[in-house]
């Protein structure tokens, strides 16, 4: 009798047990390392601790926290803000370097950065109203769900991500029968330039011809 009350009491524990644990193994383990002053959703960061989706970082000046999770790094530069995501992370203000073994997606705004392989590293910066990525380490695809574009290793991108004051846009004229249709960039595409010598002239193009001026600048 007592063994099959025994019987019972264990069937019922691996019900219960199992599901939970199954659940827990899909959900993404990340692991937060603080160093100076950071505030995990507004309150002080101990050194080390789990962090879940939804939770926002911050960190203030001369500080910086780092996110490890399934192979995949992420560093917060000091002023600097992030929420964190089960499937990566949104920059809301500073800057934060990726190296993404197994898939880590950036968000800055309505667009969002995402590795093309396992092995990308990569930067990303933001103001509020305009973001810069860098690919250090393998291509990146960069879409706001609608059109993308994809950013070689060595260039950097720099997008529009307060579309709120956008005004709206007159349809393009279709293509004539015969012509060749031109390569159109994101209309969220302000320039692309390389590294080092092509970001000085992207600078060059986009600052010295004025705001209004937002022809992107290709490899």
Known sequence: MLSKVMQK??????VVVCPSAVLMADRPSAIL?????VRLNGTPAPHSMSVFN???IDTADASVASISRNGSYLVIDPDS????????????NGRARVQATNGLTAHAGPISVIPAANGARFDVSSDGKTALITSREGALTLTDGIETTTLAPGYSAKVKIDVSQDQEQAPKPAAKGGEKKKRVPPAWLIWVAAVGAGFAVACALTCGLGAASTTPVFP
């Open 9 to 14: 009491v264990l069937a019922l524990l691996l």
């Open 33 to 37: 390392q603080a160093s100076g002053t």
């Open 54 to 56: 939804g939770d926002l």
């Open 81 to 92: 803000s992030i929420r964190y995501q089960d499937n990566g992370f949104a920059i809301l």
